[in-house]
């Protein structure tokens, strides 16, 4: 059974720091691109960062650049984003995405966790 498994969202204030997490199971992690995408209410879900499958690459929206680092630990099946200096229009629900390498569809999604910045 696949499962992604989102962790570490929450309240924090303008210029914080979080850093979510995300367990995968049930499929071969290291064949798949792996994506962090986030939705905030009343708009559409939009993709924040991406990383190759072994982690050599990676892509963020322009909003994040230089805020927010994704990562990945392959031995651990996990994903991670580092998200710093935050501000109040990041607040969304987090997703984390697999899409299978040379494919252009994500083929597993996560249920969200969701990130509130405010004072």
């Known amino acids: 059974q696949v499962q992604l498994v989102e962790s570490g969202g929450g309240l924090v204030q303008p210029g914080g720091s979080l850093r979510l997490s995300c367990a995968a199971s049930?499929?071969?992690?290291?064949?798949?691109?792996m994506s962090w995408h986030r939705q905030a209410p009343g708009k559409e879900r939009e993709l924040v960062a991406r990383?190759?499958?072994?982690?050599?690459?990676?892509n963020y929206a322009d909003s994040v650049k230089g805020r927010f680092t994704i990562s990945r630990d392959n031995a651990r099946n996990a994903l991670f984003l580092q998200m710093n200096s935050l501000k109040p229009e990041d607040t969304a629900v987090y997703y984390c995405?697999?899409?299978?390498?040379?494919?252009?569809?994500?083929?597993?999604w996560g249920q969200g966790t969701q990130v509130t910045v405010s004072s």
């Open positions: 049930g499929f071969t992690f290291s064949n798949y691109v």
């Open positions: 990383i190759s499958s072994i982690g050599g690459m990676t």
């Open positions: 995405a697999a899409r299978r390498v040379r494919t252009v569809v994500v083929d597993y």
